[in-house]
């Protein structure tokens, strides 16, 4: 399996408002400051890796109670 898929937070200033994966950093950037506004940007998450890794890790951080859905 490609390992084509980034894990990543979306930050605003040092807080954390999205926990992610995504395919392309830069689009997803974009989107996120779309809605969370301009100030925020993407802190990537260790290296690419499989979207079934990737998965699994979004849903672990859900548990850990870090932001996976967009939130205002």
């Known amino acids: 399996m490609p390992r084509d898929t980034y894990k990543y ?5 040092n807080k954390i408002v999205h926990t992610g994966i995504t395919n392309d950093l830069e689009r997803r950037e974009q989107e996120h400051k779309r809605s969370f506004g301009e100030g ?6 260790g290296h690419a890796t499989t979207r079934d890794a ?3 890790w979004e849903s ?3 548990k850990r109670g870090n ?6």
Do not use: Y
């Open 9 to 13: 937070h979306f930050k605003k200033g």
């Open 67 to 72: 932001p996976t859905r967009k939130t205002r």
């Open 60 to 62: 672990e951080q859900t």
């Open 54 to 56: 990737a998965l699994k």
């Open 40 to 45: 925020g940007h993407i802190k990537q998450v």
